[in-house]
């Protein structure tokens, strides 16, 4: 074999290592990926539950809220 041949095997061997180590990497960040998607899934569940419980407190609180003008507008009559 020749000193040519070796260093084109070592080159060989060496893309071939990289290619190895790249599928490694493109499988691991595919897996960050799904776990990113995921995750931002879950977050935006929880921010559209928390609007809806605060949309709701909210609404129940203006509602009380009128509720008891009413009563002080009626008492107010009374007077």
Excluded: C, H, P
């Excluded at 060989?12 to 931002?40: D, H, M, P, Y």
């Excluded at 879950?42 to 008891?68: H, W």
Aim: aromatic residues 6%.
């Amino acid at each position: 074999m020749t000193q040519f041949e070796a260093e084109e095997r070592k080159l060989q061997e060496e893309t071939e290592a990289t290619r190895v180590e790249n599928t490694g990497l493109r499988e691991q960040i595919r897996e960050i990926a799904k776990q990113a998607e995921s995750k931002k899934k879950e977050v935006k569940q929880e921010y559209e539950r928390s609007a809806q419980e605060y949309t709701a407190k909210f609404r129940e609180q203006t509602r009380t809220q009128k509720e008891n003008i009413a009563i002080i507008k009626d008492q107010y009559k009374k007077v």
